[in-house]
């Protein structure tokens, strides 16, 4: 009988400790493994009127030294290996934007400051701001229904437009999918630049 109990206990510490483990490594999400080929295919509405404004097309096309190159709508762009843009067609960052850090888990955060330049214009910015890890959703896109990691960044851009120096406060709010390798849902709350983008199509280059 001794032996019995002393066993039984042994199991249910084993079990306790298999769930521990396995709940730790749920909401721990380690970057993404990117492939050459991966596609995802996203469209922007305008939030006020929720009409579709552009679709974007990025392809991962080579991978190496820490970073991910790929086309967005044939157009080269350059990513950290944890998906922060080093330059996009738009911009370019004097150091990498900061919208994810992983591994990944409910309750991080991290600030963030960082100088870009707008490749059509010319004019420099500046952004400093707050991410924060809020919680796991489940949220639906035309691209499917995903488990993902809701984040919030809030922040202040500075820079010049049109020769005028301007000064903003945002809100990105974007859920990241670990099944889809990205974020498949990104709200932006700005002054005059308020949209919403989803992922419509994502899977292997054709």
């Known amino acids: 009988m001794i032996l019995f109990l002393h066993t ?3 199991l249910n510490i084993l079990a306790l400790t298999l769930l521990i ?3 730790a490594n ?3 999400i380690e970057r993404p493994a990117i492939e050459v080929g991966d596609r995802w295919k996203y469209e922007t509405k305008d939030t006020l009127t929720n009409l579709p404004t552009s679709q974007t097309e990025r392809i991962v096309t080579a991978l190496g030294n820490d970073r991910i190159e790929a086309t967005e709508n044939g157009s080269t762009a350059i990513y950290t290996a944890e998906w922060n843009p080093l330059e996009t067609p738009e911009i370019r960052y004097e150091a990498a934007s900061r919208a994810y850090k ?3 888990a409910v309750g991080d955060k991290w600030r963030h400051e960082g100088k870009s330049l707008n490749k059509a214009t010319g004019s420099e910015g500046r952004s400093q701001y707050d991410v924060k890890v809020v919680s796991q959703e489940k949220i639906t896109v035309p691209a499917g229904s995903f488990d993902t990691y809701k984040l919030v960044m809030e922040g202040y851009f500075t820079g010049q437009n ?3 120096s301007i000064s903003f406060p945002f809100t990105r709010t974007y859920w990241y999918a670990p099944s889809a390798k990205a974020s498949v849902k990104i709200e932006n709350d700005a002054p005059r630049n308020n949209w ?3 992922l419509i199509e994502f899977g292997k280059k054709p």
């Open 8 to 10: 039984k206990n042994r």
């Open 21 to 23: 483990s396995g709940t």
């Open 26 to 28: 749920a909401q721990n």
């Open 102 to 104: 992983f591994p990944l």
């Open 162 to 164: 049109m020769g005028r």
């Open 196 to 198: 919403r983008m989803e």
